[in-house]
DNA sequence: GTCTATAAAAGGATAGAC
DNA sequence: GTCTATCCTTTTATAGAC
């Protein structure tokens, strides 16, 4: 049966979203799939090979979809390149699917953005190395004219950041809304991010004007 | 010798902001501040015990800081309250400032806004809650009307994202710089975090309009 | 306050039967 | 492919001498 495998995957996926992946023993991942303790080993070789399995899964359809995207708006767009807020769509869209479908898993993304065992580190070079360098040509190509290379990566940097917490803390959202309205998510989220985000990166270096002398 | 204590949490924060809060042993962090092992028990209690001494040692004066600093910013406004760009400097400096000098807890910081381990969480909450309020709360008011409830709990939760990136993932500016030019720290990148987000707090509702017809 | 020594538990990994 | 049993290491925590 292959079907062990997935289910020590999905075990390894919530719990280690529920508990971070230095909080998780192998054990008790087995424990909770319901499956004998050999078999990770049997399956993976080893904890960290259990690790690389999970964060696949859904990585490379993750950036296979990104990619063909970026392609898609680069496609259509004009010897200048594409506009920044299609090419956001594209890095943001595929990552809140995600979201929707395996919040779990989303939440180890972004933790693996933020981790700092040396290994993890390793991993995450490997698995978004291309899809990051893609996108961040993409992007500074579009931004307008008249910001320093410091602004840029910034910027860059920042945009980032936006996705990350979201979807690690997602959840604090409803948090903080608090029952008196429903929560952003899918397509509605998307446009948040994407509106938030290029008003940041195009915004005029000094910033807004005071509001008046 | 409470220099004995000091060594440790010192040791304490280096190794937790090198491996992850969960990848370093006690007895670790004892062995790189050359101090027995029974030592933290002596003056901490536990391993829980020691991980709060560390956080609580530098968030505190953090907390102060900003919130002193948002008194003196509502204290100057007028009864609409302030903008929202002196509102987002009162948030983002006193953390700029933390990262600038111990840079190894500033990304304890970070991980801290995203981990899961449910003490962890716990601990997060009761150290930061009155400041998260206080600050939504200044922010809300800063913005434009026309906004929905959803879009300013988006917004708000992506502008902390900004930050918190920046606290963890710093040292990331300086690869995508590449060697070619010196990296935005101190108010320089205080002025970049408050320029792109208050750019995307205050965005229209629906994003920049289309290039042109 | 600092040390040694040790208890008690948990975790990763594997051998070998089925 | 799945199981039991076991080895070896690391870790938290504490008792008790100095």
Chains 1, 2 share one sequence.
Do not use: W
């Not at 020590?8 to 008790?28: H, K, T, Y």
């Not at 899809?131 to 860059?156: C, E, T, W």
Request: glycine share 8%; hydrophobic share 45%; with cysteine.
């Amino acid at each position: 049966m292959t079907d062990t495998k997935t289910a020590i995957l999905d075990s390894a996926e919530r719990l280690f979203a529920a508990r971070g992946v230095d909080g998780v023993s192998v054990r008790a991942i087995l424990a909770e799939a319901g499956v004998n303790v050999a078999l990770a080993h049997y399956y993976f070789g080893s904890r960290d090979g259990l690790i690389r399995g999970v964060l696949r899964r859904r990585i490379e359809p993750l950036n296979a979809e990104r990619l063909r995207l970026l392609d898609e708006v680069e496609a259509a767009a004009g010897p200048d390149g594409p506009p920044v807020e299609p090419v956001l769509r594209a890095f943001f869209a595929p990552a809140i699917d995600l979201l929707g479908e395996h919040p779990d898993f989303a939440r180890l993304i972004g933790q693996l953005h933020v981790a700092s065992a040396p290994a993890l580190r390793q991993l995450f070079l490997e698995l978004f190395d291309v899809v990051l360098r893609r996108f961040s040509d993409a992007i500074k190509r579009s931004l307008p004219a008249g910001l320093s290379g410091p602004q840029i990566v910034s910027r860059a940097h920042f945009m980032l950041g936006t996705l990350i917490l979201t979807l690690t803390n997602y959840s604090d959202l409803a948090l903080m809304a608090r029952g008196r309205f429903e929560v952003p998510r899918g397509e509605m989220l998307v446009r948040e991010l994407v509106t938030f985000c290029s008003a940041g990166l195009v915004a005029p270096p000094e910033g807004r004007a005071p509001a008046s002398p």
